[in-house]
């Protein structure tokens, strides 16, 4: 089990990070996680992005997930919003994919053209 | 799937589509009783008798009914093939019981993989749903309450990167072997 110490250290450098931001004003990611998705690596894609998150110290994403959207063969899949500027749905992703997606799309706003969904 | 945990990231899923806000996950592992069992008991709106006769033929189940579609009959015939067997009990509006078992040196039985990465992953998405979580492996047992981790940090979510760093790692069991 975690210690008391660091989960409290952890809340109180949250809480005074996340300011006064609002839910609509947070990048979202959603993971397609029914049976498709996990059966296509839907877990380790959410592990990624969650590792990925923490190491560029990205605290106001909100991940989470989605079941079965129809499209089975272009899981996982990953649909990303950003405010002010829409929504995108990413396919086939795996761990790689989503390191470049956080880099080039979360972080610096530009979309990974060559991995979206049409 | 090649993973166990992968199959029991799946029936959490099922759980959590079915609005369950109580899970509990049970897994027992012995190597001298040459067992390996887990349940997954909800208490979402669970099935009829006609939905849960279907819930493991993979061809049985439309678009609407596809929360217990192929995944289930994966496991079905994962676990009779490992000298083992699926079984599920529901009753509409209280709630579904999985329970899987496999011979544990069976050849065939998959390992059980990541299963840290499972709950953690499950838990990212489901803040509201309290699950817990025993493990007995070997005559060892591991107890994890995502309520009780959750109130010792202060109301803070497994969203937050650090605290899903955390979490993952107070799911590891020790005995890895």
Not at chain 2, 10 to 25: F, H, S, Y
């Amino acid at each position: 089990m975690a210690s008391l110490e660091e989960l409290q250290k952890i809340k109180a450098e949250t809480l005074e990070k996340m300011g006064v931001r609002e839910a609509q004003d947070k990048i979202k990611i959603v993971v397609g996680m029914g049976t498709c998705g996990i059966a296509a690596g839907a877990r380790e894609v959410v592990l990624t992005i969650m590792d990925e998150l923490a190491k560029r110290k990205l605290n106001d994403v909100v991940v989470s997930q989605t079941g079965c959207i129809g499209m089975c063969a272009q899981e996982p899949l990953v649909e990303i919003s950003i405010p002010g500027s829409g929504k995108v749905l990413y396919g086939k992703m795996d761990p790689m994919k989503c390191r470049q997606v956080i880099a080039q799309h979360v972080v610096n706003g530009i979309p990974v053209s060559e991995w979206l969904v049409k | 799937m090649e993973e166990l945990s992968l199959h029991i990231l799946d029936i959490l899923e099922n759980a959590r589509e079915a609005g369950a806000t109580k899970i509990l996950l049970w897994i027992r592992e012995s190597r001298q009783e040459d067992v390996l069992k887990f349940k997954i008991i909800d208490n979402g709106r669970g099935m009829g008798k006609e939905m849960l006769q279907k819930a493991c033929d993979p061809f049985a189940t439309t678009r609407r009914t596809r929360k217990v579609g192929l995944g289930l009959a994966m496991l079905k015939a994962t676990a009779e093939a490992c000298g083992g067997g699926l079984r599920l009990v529901s009753c509409p509006g209280k709630g579904t019981r999985v329970e899987a078992s496999f011979q544990y040196s069976h050849v065939d039985r998959p390992p059980m993989g990541n299963l840290a990465g499972s709950i953690g992953v499950f838990l990212v998405g489901t803040q509201s749903i309290h699950l817990r979580y025993i493990h007995r492996k070997n005559g060892k047992r591991f107890v994890f309450d995502s309520k009780a981790f959750l109130k010792q940090a202060g109301g803070l979510s497994f969203q937050e990167p650090r605290l899903f760093a955390l979490l993952l790692n107070s799911l590891e069991i020790e005995d890895k072997d």
